[in-house]
């Protein structure tokens, strides 16, 4: 089972940036889907953004615009950028490998917006 390790989560007001980074066990490569999850208080873990393939690549609604996922091979590191940061967007945010038919989470990192 791939190990996933986060960072990068933080306290930041409204408006302000954040960058989550992920570093599978295993190479991107031999990942079929790579993604970001946030469970916010009370509420139930909900996809932020994945990347399925090189074309293509999903977002939450509440992410378009404001949140770029992206991968650097040479890092073998997954990056979620998050710009425009609004209290909503307070939670844990976990990162997600899938492969086959198993799917795996980082610990989580806490991400709290807020003024």
């Known amino acids: 089972q791939v190990q996933l390790v986060e960072s990068g989560g933080g306290s930041v007001q409204p408006g302000g940036s954040l960058r989550l980074s992920c570093t599978p066990s295993?190479?991107?490569?031999?990942?079929?889907?790579m993604g970001w999850d946030r469970q916010a208080p009370g509420k139930r873990r909900e996809l932020v953004a994945e990347?399925?393939?090189?074309?293509?690549?999903n977002y939450a609604d509440s992410a378009k615009g404001r949140f770029t996922i992206s991968t650097d091979n040479a890092k073998n590191t997954v990056f979620l950028q998050m710009n425009n940061l609004k209290p909503e967007d307070t939670g844990v945010y976990y990162c997600?490998?899938?492969?086959?038919?198993?799917?795996?989470w980082g610990q989580g990192t806490q991400v709290s917006v807020s003024s």
């Open positions: 295993r190479s991107i490569s031999s990942i079929n889907i």
């Open positions: 990347i399925v393939s090189e074309s293509r690549i």
């Open positions: 997600r490998a899938i492969e086959a038919s198993r799917t795996t």
